[in-house]
């Protein structure tokens, strides 16, 4: 049994698309570009709001640490001030003082 050609070709789907399809294709595939560009560029935005958030706490975190090296080396020079102290009370008191007589000129003027 052979199959008749003219009725297996009337069987065969075929897909046409008209001018209405294709528009409505096109505007969806517009549609959908449009909202992945949105997406990304709002998650772009987040983080960069992110990286200004941390770029303000580096910022607040350097002038702190700054802050306190300075009061650091003050505490170090106020320590160095009161070992020398404490170590000049070995030194003897000065019974006489005796001043060299000004002749010169210079000293006058």
């Known amino acids: ?17 008209g001018p209405i399809s294709l528009s409505f294709i096109t505007i969806s595939v517009v549609v959908v570009l449009s909202l992945l560009y949105m997406s990304q560029s709002s998650k772009l ?3 960069n709001y992110d990286f200004d958030e941390l770029d303000q706490k580096k910022a607040q975190i350097e002038l702190e640490t700054a802050k306190l090296e300075t009061e650091v080396a003050k505490l170090q020079s106020i320590t160095e001030i009161q070992k020398s102290q404490n ?13 060299l007589p000004s002749t010169s000129s210079l000293a006058l003027k």
């Open 45 to 47: 935005l987040a983080r």
């Open 87 to 99: 170590s000049g009370k070995n030194l003897e008191q000065i019974k006489k003082i005796n001043y």
């Open 1 to 17: 049994m052979k199959r008749n050609p003219k009725i297996y070709r009337q069987y065969q789907k075929t897909f046409m698309v």
